[in-house]
């Protein structure tokens, strides 16, 4: 029973965390496509590690995380207000290069995609 209720409380913080990046102003946040890729929430709930990409890739999440790390007091109070959790966690933002990598590869394929169409 634990279990679905982390997965639950892991999706809500993510979902909760997607809509407070667009009430955000700092231009290291709002400067980059950002998105949240994944959120995992301790068992106790007092900590949320937030992986967060950018399209623009790695520099561009860090450079974010900095921002994210500065408004995160408005970001946790906001958060305890959309879910009302007794407790919230302490939010960790961690850079991920993953939308960069995949848009890599969605590249690649259509690149052997193209090489083949060539060939016949």
């Known amino acids: 029973m634990a279990g679905y209720r982390a997965d639950r409380v892991n999706e809500d913080v993510r979902r909760e965390l997607t809509a407070i990046l667009r009430t955000l102003k700092d231009p290291r946040v709002t400067g980059a496509m950002l998105s949240i890729v994944r959120v995992d929430v301790t068992n106790d709930l007092s900590y949320a590690t937030v992986y967060v990409s950018a399209m623009e890739g790695l520099a561009a999440a860090k450079n974010a995380v900095k921002g994210l790390v ?9 958060l305890g207000a959309a ?14 290069d993953s939308i960069e990598y995949s848009a890599h590869i969605a590249q690649k394929l259509n690149e052997l995609e193209r090489g083949g169409r060539e060939h016949e």
């Open 83 to 96: 879910l009302k959790l007794r407790h919230v966690p302490e939010l960790r933002f961690i850079a991920d």
């Open 70 to 78: 500065s408004a995160q007091g408005y970001i946790r109070r906001e």
